[in-house]
């Protein structure tokens, strides 16, 4: 479920991210995946904390999980991605914690694998192998 751009200069925690992302679009046709944009800067310079203050004014939550996956029936989760010896921040923590106390459900994975186990586990509507279809 690979269609991946071999020129991207990706760390090891976006590698998987991007495998996962992927992996929905391709084989999860009833999922709508939002990614978090915290981390993210396009630009260079003196102006980070400006950009990064202006974007907290305007709703960025600092810790929000990677992703947010979406399937019909009203089910949410949100996924935390971190590479195999990644840690979760105080931030993130704190805001997976609150998110569950809410009722919603939150995973962190380690590996596209790891998405897979969540997607099985979650029943979350997919056209790969292991849901008995394919995604080819």
């Not at 760390?11 to 993210?40: D, R």
């Not at 102006?47 to 939550?61: D, E, F, H, P």
């Not at 089910?75 to 997976?96: D, H, M, R, T």
């Not at 897979?116 to 080819?136: E, G, Q, W």
Request: hydrophobic letters at 35%.
């Amino acid at each position: 479920c690979n269609g991946r751009k071999k020129n991207m200069k990706l760390s090891p925690e976006q590698s998987i991210q991007l495998s996962i992302v992927e992996f929905v679009i391709k084989c999860c046709p009833q999922v709508l995946l939002s990614a978090s944009q915290n981390g993210v800067y396009a630009g260079r310079g003196k102006n980070v904390g400006a950009y990064i203050n202006k974007q907290k004014r305007l709703g960025m939550l600092s810790g929000e999980p990677d992703l947010m996956l979406t399937w019909p029936l009203k089910n949410i989760i949100f996924v935390e991605v971190k590479s195999e010896n990644g840690k979760i921040s105080e931030n993130q923590s704190n805001v997976i914690a609150k998110r569950r106390s809410q009722g919603f459900d939150c995973e962190i994975v380690y590996s596209l694998d790891d998405f897979m186990d969540v997607v099985r586990r979650y029943n979350i509507p997919c056209l790969h192998p292991f849901a008995k279809t394919t995604c080819s």
